[in-house]
């Protein structure tokens, strides 16, 4: 999540300047969402907010119960920021599902229409691969055409990048393709977590077992569990195991047709023309699961089509969407003074 990207230590700086925020729960047709308000009054009339923001949680079982989330929905509630989470279960589950882009959708709907102190504009801010979801739900007219601002940090643009990065970045201490040197179960968490986005739903236990053996030992056989199985899971569980970054575009192409149909279409490609409004991307230079490249291509995309504002900035503090110990370091001033003046510029395209 973003820990420390304003201020969401208990006790810090907004805690002592500013009044507790109002938290509840409500339900949007079956949708659950947290609301988090300025002030200590109930509702927005009597802590009038600067804007408004639908908080996006990337892939955490907690969803909008983390810790971090909670924390930084609070920092945005001192700050004069009405801030609304929705729960998201596919994120829970970690895959992107086409429910949760209808559950943004409504979480946006009632902050500018339903909501008892409903907003013009407001803005969307989500983490990691949730920005998948969110970006299709800010592509959708109904919301287009209010949307203040869409934030993403360490969002991603295309899913094939994201499986080179995971598979064969860092061989020999030299990054395949921009990003920091992967953490290697990431690729094995997205296996086991989206086999229906790579059509393994039938051989869900097996994978399973791949999964296992694998992040106990990263060179492990696993022979005996591929088995029996169809072309299609070896070649992805090959895909999975390959390392080398001259044999992966061979090895994508042994996928099937309707997994690389699957994933060129949870990527980004076709869906930022449509999202509207300022758009901000912040991303770790050392980021481990999604390269920092994969923000550029999203403003780059949105300036070559929109010809809306778009800024990417690629931050040596950040690792994944956190803020790494030692940030404060002397080494990282003009990144700091820089990453201070993005967050500025941030914060004033989500004001109404």
Not at 93 to 108: C, N, T
Not at 164 to 182: I, V, W
Not at 323 to 336: C, N, P, T
Request: charge should be positive; proline fraction near 5%; glycine fraction near 12%.
């Amino acid at each position: 999540m973003a820990q420390g990207l304003i201020d969401v230590r208990s006790g810090g700086w907004l805690s002592l300047l500013t009044k507790k925020p109002l938290k509840t729960e409500i339900s949007l047709d079956g949708v659950l969402a947290d609301s988090y308000s300025p002030g200590d009054s109930i509702g927005w009339g009597g802590a009038p907010a600067r804007g408004c923001v639908v908080l996006v949680h990337g892939m955490a079982t907690m969803g909008k119960a983390d810790h971090r989330l909670v924390a930084f929905a609070g920092s945005l509630a001192r700050l004069g920021f009405a801030a609304l989470v929705p729960d998201l279960p596919g994120m829970r589950r970690f895959r992107p599902e086409e429910a949760d882009v209808a559950r943004i959708e409504r979480a946006f709907s009632w902050m500018t229409r339903d909501g008892a102190d409903s907003f013009d504009r407001c803005s969307i801010l989500a983490f990691s691969f949730a920005a998948g979801p969110a970006l299709r739900a800010a592509a959708r007219p109904a919301v287009g055409k209010k949307l203040a601002a869409f934030i993403g940090v360490g969002a991603y643009y295309d899913l094939k990048n994201v499986l080179r990065h995971l598979t064969t970045s860092g061989g020999q201490n030299r990054p395949a393709f921009p990003g920091g040197l992967p953490i290697r179960h990431g690729k094995w968490l997205f296996l086991r977590y989206n086999t229906e986005l790579l059509g393994l739903d039938a051989h869900r236990d097996r994978v399973a077992a791949v999964v296992s053996r694998k992040r106990k030992d990263e060179a492990a056989d696993v022979s005996d569990l591929l088995f029996g199985l169809p072309e299609g899971a070896r070649a992805v569980i090959a895909l999975m195991e390959n390392k080398s970054p001259e044999r992966f575009e061979a090895l994508f192409a042994r996928q099937g047709a309707k997994q690389r149909e699957r994933l060129r279409g949870w990527g980004m490609r076709d869906v930022v023309p449509g999202v509207g409004g300022k758009k901000f991307f912040l991303h770790g230079r050392e980021d481990p699961f999604i390269p920092a490249s994969e923000s550029i291509l999203l403003a780059n995309r949105a300036r070559e089509t929109t010809g809306d504002a778009a800024s990417a900035f690629v931050f040596g503090g950040f690792r994944h969407v956190g803020i790494e110990a030692g940030f404060f370091s002397i080494a990282r001033i003009l990144d700091g003074a820089r990453f201070l003046g993005f967050i500025s510029a941030v914060l004033s395209a989500m004001e109404e």
